[in-house]
């Protein structure tokens, strides 16, 4: 019993010994954690689902993705424990029986059988390499003890799973699962899970993309091992020895490389990178756009944004039409840049001057060619189509009655209010906020109208586009939910196969507006519903002129191709507001028809009003002569014919009448123009009435034209504007606007058929003759 406790105190006193040793070596030895602080990990950009979009590597070309041992399949764990080191939980970082079964087999069959080396040990060797030799298996140990003494067995393993060589420049099991896999370490099956159990043993001989049969007799091996520990079942073993190797070796999946290269440089020093995309989408996308661009003009390039409007959050970022083809510069992200936006901020006018109480969905318009101090627009089709409503002004993208809206909006209000809903529209240096930003004076990115676009789908407010997970989320009232509906509304009316289609488009449940840049150089659709905001742009990324390129013939034909790959929970329009109702109202004063004359009420139409409340046409800005008013008339009671002070009758009543904008006069039926609408002058007060009017000389009204035997074509017709004075003249052939501003009109190479010359004054005066050439 002496010999026992002397024993004992021996034992004792040795471990203390070795314990102060110890303590002692790991103070003047400590372990080189900091060696991990600089094998940084890969920067991986990964999908909203956790799926790689794409990834970055070390400094050292290393492929190592950061997992947390909650991120990894229960199966590996089990695999790797009970394949490396059953006793993991059990010992100090060493295992003495190991040890002793190693020695004994090695002293036994005079080679090496079995190792000893624990997990532990195993990280050991990660942190610090070493030979294989007695002393570098010493260290091994010794490090071991120490991470032991400091470290967790849950942070020894997480370093494990993290660090451990799977083969070529890949580190860790994340990366391993993702390169011959493709897929999370989380979704490894029993087979997959085996096989990356076995690799770091020998990592060059195990790789399944090169040596399948070898690694799948070193899983199998493991298999057979795991049934006879119990650890899996019976039928689980077998199916998984069953299972084929298959891999590949893709350390760099690229998907959304223009997104991706975007947040690393947003992020720099986040391993792990969370983006808001869909990869399912994102890639289908992808592919859309680069078959689509293949049928394009060369060097030309598109860009494609679909946002979900309840998060803001980008579910495919295309920025190019392929990333990898140089002659369409596709390394550069037209998603960010910024390029000329067209019409397509035309329905925040209509919008915006909504909720300012100046219009409803059917105030009339003036889609006349009209000058605003020297600005001088025109439609696209360089035609004009007289007296419009909202809704058709809008959903045919007609230039004239935007310029006219945003004239009564105020260009420096327009711009200040997509300024704040996060639009910065880049003017030319020291310009000012102008009429031309409604047809696209100005630049924008694409990102920035698909947040703004995405206020027609999000009861007006316009959303900051989330591109990873960390990005906040910012709104921003922009419009109201009543303007915002009723605009969505109209653009959702508008077809997709033809502008002229009298078809509509309900079944597809989304509201799009395009637009197309002076030049030709930028083509958009922009697509909205309560779901979903979609944004196409295709143009040459160096800005020079497209032919045939314009938002529907370019852009629209993407997008049906989108909607097309779009899920059907995904189309969905929003709901109308409360506050929204259809009326009937009235042209040409535009007030609902339950408040006025019938008399008064020249056409009806029905509008959607918020509020109830139906806001007055909007007067000829021109001031000239009539404008859409009740005007009071004195007449001859007996004769009805109207009189003057200067030329008073005896016995005279009052009458109101309403009159259409006397700049819509010439594209008006004859019922409402003043001639028909207003009494004719009294024959007393002849001489005091000014009958001047504009009249085309040059050509007889009717006339027939022939050309000498000779040509084929009348080398030149001249014509003239007598009464004109010196104002500036609007002139149209066939109802195209011509370039001459002033009273005369050279009309050069006509060939065979009918022609119509129109002339307008300013005050809304106009001519019109007609004439034929024949051969």
Known sequence: MKKLKKWFKRLTLAALVMFCFFIALDFLIPLPMEDFKYRHFAQVVVDKNGQPLRAFPDAQG??????????????????????????????????????????????????????????????????????????GKLVQMFMALQLEWHYSKQE????????APFGGTIQGVEAASFAYFDKTSLELTASEA???????????????????????????????????????DKQTIEEAKQEEIWAQYNTHPMIAPLLTRRLIKTYPKQSLIKSTIDIALQTDL????????????????????????????????????????????GHVDMVQAVRSPGSTLKPF???????QGLIHSESLLFDVPQSYAGYRPKNFTNKFNGPVSVSQALGRSLNMPAVQVLNELSPELFYARLKNAGLNLHLPVNAKPNLSIALGGGGVKLEELVEIFGSLGHEGKATALRLSQSDPYKETTFLTKGSAWIIQNILSQVSLNSLHSKTVINNLKIAYKTGTSYGNRDAWVMASNNKITIGIWVGRPDGVFMEKNSGRASAVPLLKKVLAMLPEEMLELSQKPFNV???????????????????????????????????????????????????????????????????????TMTKKIVLWP????????????????????????????????????????????????????????????????????????????QESTTNELDLRDLKKGSYHVMVIDEGGGFAEIEFFVDN
């Open 349 to 355: 006018i209509y919008g915006l001057a909504i909720d």
């Open 581 to 651: 109702s259809l009326e009937k109202i009235c042209w040409p004063l535009g007030k609902k028809l339950s408040l006025q004359k019938k008399e008064y009420c020249h056409k009806q139409r029905l509008a959607y009003l918020m509020d109830d409340v139906a806001p007055p046409a909007l007067s000829d800005e021109l001031k000239l002569g009539y404008s859409t008013e009740l005007l009071e008339v004195t007449m001859d009671s007996k004769t009805g014919q109207r009189v003057l002070p200067s030329c008073y009758a005896k016995h």
């Open 662 to 737: 006397q700049v819509l006069e010439p594209w008006l039926s004859f019922a409402n123009r003043r001639m028909n609408l207003l009494p004719k002058y009294s024959s007393n007060c002849q001489e005091y009435v000014s009958l001047t009017k504009i009249e085309i000389s040059g050509v007889h009204n009717h006339a027939t034209l022939y050309p000498s035997p000779e040509s084929n074509s009348l080398p030149i017709v001249e014509l003239n504007v007598n009464g004109a004075g010196q104002q500036e003249l609007y002139w149209f052939v066939n109802g195209g606007l």
């Open 156 to 163: 020894i393993l997480t370093y494990y799973i993290n660090y």
């Open 194 to 232: 085996a096989l990356l159990a076995v690799m770091p043993q020998s990592p060059s001989r195990f790789r399944p993309d090169r040596y399948p049969q070898r690694a799948q007799r070193a899983r199998n091996k493991l298999l057979t091992r795991l049934a006879e520990f119990e650890v899996w």
């Open 62 to 135: 290393v492929w190592r993705y950061p997992v947390t041992l909650n991120q990894v399949s229960p199966l590996y764990l089990q695999a790797l424990i009970n394949y490396e080191d059953r006793y993991f939980y059990q010992h100090f970082g060493v295992n003495p029986l190991a040890m002793v079964r190693a020695l004994g087999q090695w002293i036994k069959n005079g080679k090496i059988i079995s190792g000893a080396s624990t997990l532990t040990m195993q990280v050991a060797r990660i942190l610090k390499p070493h030979k294989k030799s007695f002393s």
């Open 286 to 329: 992808e592919l859309l756009v680069k078959q689509y661009s293949a049928t394009m003009p060369k060097k030309s390039s598109v860009a494609l944004v679909v946002m979900d409007n309840e998060n803001a959050s980008a579910l495919a970022y295309v920025g190019s039409a392929d990333f990898f083809d140089n002659e369409r510069v």
